[in-house]
T-cell receptor, first 114, second 112 residues
Framework: DSGVTQTPKHLITATGQRVTLRCSPRSGDLSVYWYQQSLDQGLQFLIQYYNGEERAKGNILERFSAQQFPDLHSELNLSSLELGDSALYFC?????????????FGPGTRLTVT | QQQVKQSPQSLIVQKGGISIINCAYENTAFDYFPWYQQFPGKGPALLIAIRPDVSEKKEGRFTISFNKSAKQFSLHIMDSQPGDSATYFCAGSTSGTYKYIFGTGTRLKVLA
């Protein structure tokens, strides 16, 4: 158990809908990262927050947004969902914001868009 | 230029054998190369990582070999065990970018 929690575990929704995925980092970790894992694209970095501020952006679509709250939990919002958004979404956390801080991954949220 | 190419896609090894997974990168600015292990239903977990100033790093049965001139690095699992059966991801990253570029993963199965 990495200490990172993600809810919900599974989510099934229809195209065009909006969902929110939630992540609680390990105690003491200030950085939160979001990743998307799909069969055809592999594991792709979406976005990183450090202590409430956006720090890095990856291949995140404009329909997706994220934020990190004062209590350091983070939410990933996915809107106007398409079939291709079906994937596993992972949150990871680390103590600091830097390349060499180990990222601890949560168990993921499996999103299915029908 | 951001890609990390990983091979093979899947690998079957007998118990006690050596598992070898290869990765190649294009971005010469990469200066950190972690390997992650992912079991079914779980998130990836850091296994071992290397910086390009060394050619090899060993931790227990796991060894990373790094060839900077060829822009390649590989993971060797010695004395492979059924408990090593998992998906392995290599990645590359550059100081200051905060983001990892992952390979496509290798599904390893170690037969008992």
């Amino acid at each position: 158990d990495s200490g990172v929690t993600q809810t919900p575990k599974h989510l099934i929704t229809a195209t065009g809908q909006r969902v929110t995925l939630r992540c609680s980092p390990r105690s003491g970790d200030l950085s939160v990262y979001w990743y998307q894992q799909s069969l055809d694209q592999g594991l792709q970095f979406l976005i990183q927050y450090y202590n409430g501020e956006e720090r890095a952006k990856g291949n995140i679509l404009e329909r997706f947004s994220a934020q990190q709250f004062p209590d350091l939990h983070s939410e990933l919002n996915l809107s106007s969902l398409e079939l291709g958004d079906s994937a596993l979404y992972f949150c990871a956390s680390s103590v600091g914001s830097g390349l060499f801080y180990e990222q601890y991954f949560g168990p993921g949220t499996r999103l299915t868009v029908t | 230029q951001q890609q990390v190419k990983q091979s093979p896609q899947s690998l079957i090894v007998q118990k006690g054998g050596i598992s070898i997974i290869n990765c190649a990168y294009e971005n010469t600015a990469f200066d950190y190369f972690p390997w992650y292990q992912q079991f079914p239903g779980k998130g990836p977990a850091l296994l071992i990582a290397i910086r390009p100033d060394v050619s090899e790093k060993k931790e227990g049965r796991f060894t990373i070999s790094f060839n900077k001139s060829a822009k390649q690095f590989s993971l060797h699992i010695m004395d492979s065990q059924p408990g090593d059966s998992a998906t392995y991801f290599c990645a590359g990253s550059t100081s200051g970018t905060y983001k990892y570029i992952f390979g496509t993963g290798t599904r390893l199965k170690v037969l008992a």
